[in-house]
T-cell receptor, first 109, second 115 residues
């Protein structure tokens, strides 16, 4: 059983559209991270959020940590083909990282 | 050169064979991890080590063993490989500081196919 469930699992959109990816759990985490993975490579960290309700922006990406520290969302504004990849959330708990099920995003030019 | 290096990158083997996946790092981190990635399941933790004398089981350790030969080296073994161990395996290190959970730094992955 996965501690963290992501939705949607697959997302295919046109360049310029907006999208939101969700990461949900019934467990509380001390921190929440988002990673992006491209084919043939390992995941790379995008952001870490540690405070309930925290919002962080990274250019066109906005990350939010839920007030109860059980969920998170990633919003991308005006998606570009370079945003294509697998997005993974990861919750920090008891000195371990628990990964979500992943969202595969394809941005069509 | 990559900071976290995994060998082999690809391996095809048969059921019942012993397989070792090796990981070495030049980041100087104490914490090292082995994850398995399957489509639709994200990454699942197999084993982790916080220093040379520390080994801990993760979520899915059955059928796997590990060895931490040095701070920089952490190997994963499948004593008797079975087809449902076919997956993409990742080694990672962490720069955990005590005040921050840190960041995971991944290798490029080892794709294992068990026939």
């Amino acid at each position: 059983t996965q501690l963290l469930e992501q939705s949607p699992q697959f997302l295919s959109i046109q360049e310029g559209e907006n999208l939101t990816v969700y990461c949900n759990s019934s467990s509380v985490f001390s921190s929440l991270q988002w990673y992006r993975q491209e084919p043939g490579e390992g995941p790379v960290l995008l952001v870490t959020v540690v405070t309930g309700g925290e919002v962080k922006k990274l250019k066109r990406l906005t990350f939010q940590f839920g007030d109860a520290r059980k969920d998170s969302s990633l919003h991308i504004t005006a998606a570009q083909p370079g945003d294509t990849g697998l997005y993974l959330c990861a919750g920090g708990k008891s000195n371990q990282f628990y990964f979500g099920t992943g969202t595969s995003l394809t941005v069509i030019p | 050169d990559a900071d976290v290096t995994q060998t082999p990158r690809n391996r095809i083997t048969k059921t019942g064979k012993r397989i070792m996946l090796e990981c070495s790092q030049t980041k100087g981190h104490d914490r090292m991890y082995w994850y398995r990635q399957d489509p639709g399941l994200g990454l699942r933790l197999i084993y982790y080590s916080f220093d040379v004398k520390d080994i801990n089981k993760g979520e899915i350790s059955d059928g796997y063993s590990v060895s931490r030969q040095a701070q920089a080296k952490f190997s994963l073994s499948l004593e008797s490989a079975i087809p449902n161990q076919t997956a993409l395996y990742f080694c990672a290190t962490s720069d955990y500081s005590g005040t921050s959970i840190g960041e995971l730094f991944f290798g490029e992955g080892s794709r294992l196919t068990v026939l």
